[in-house]
């Protein structure tokens, strides 16, 4: 891992704003490697509270609270949908789709198989995202994602069950795992209100440098969406 100051977007008295790098736990687990918090809290010498997540594999924008009353804050802000949240995933080419559009499924968590996978059963739950396919490569699709439910593992499920699984993502049907466990995923774009103040903020995520994400880093600096970028209400 580079400097910390690298991954470190923001931070003042209330909130820090990270760029998790992939193949690193956000918080301690049961494997005691250095986890992202651990590190932000070494940086900023203050305690940490976690208020988003990201699963090992992903990397990307992670939203860190100082004190219990902005964590609490950013609950509710959650809770009332006042977060607009967009990730790129690079997805493997294996159907045709629009350019824009949903996705929407009943998932169920197998906590066995530490998974998420489709059914009806009872404790199914609907997700649903939106898509906008910003690049085609030759093997890969890559994609600008909003999620409009936030459940376990509902990007990589969902893509799945689209025929179209993350790079990497073995455990959901890819072609082949990376050397470094890192999969095609990366949370790019974030926008909300402080939680103290109400100032608007928005905050983009720098690219991985493994994988495909310089190629598409590079050819997304050509590229004009015209995709209006996530705003908060």
Known sequence: MASIRDYLLFHDHHIAVGNKPPGMPVQPDPTSDISFQQVVQSYIKAPLHLVSRLDRPVSG?????????????????RQEGLHR???????????????EGMLENMLLRDPLKRKARSGNAPGAMHCSLRYWLLLVLDHYYVLEIELLTGRFHQIRAQLAEAGMPIRS???????RGAQDRSIGLHAWKISLPHPVSGQPLHFEAPL??????????????????????PEAD
């Open 169 to 175: 993502d073995v455990k959901y049907g890819a072609r």
């Open 208 to 229: 991985p440098d493994n994988q495909l994400w310089p190629v598409v880093a590079e050819k997304l600096a050509k590229h004009e969406s015209g995709i209006p970028p």
């Open 61 to 77: 924008l992670v939203l860190f609270a100082k004190t219990p009353e902005a964590a609490a804050a950013v609950a509710r802000q």
């Open 85 to 99: 949240k967009r990730y790129l995933a690079i997805a493997e080419k294996k159907t045709s789709i629009p350019p």
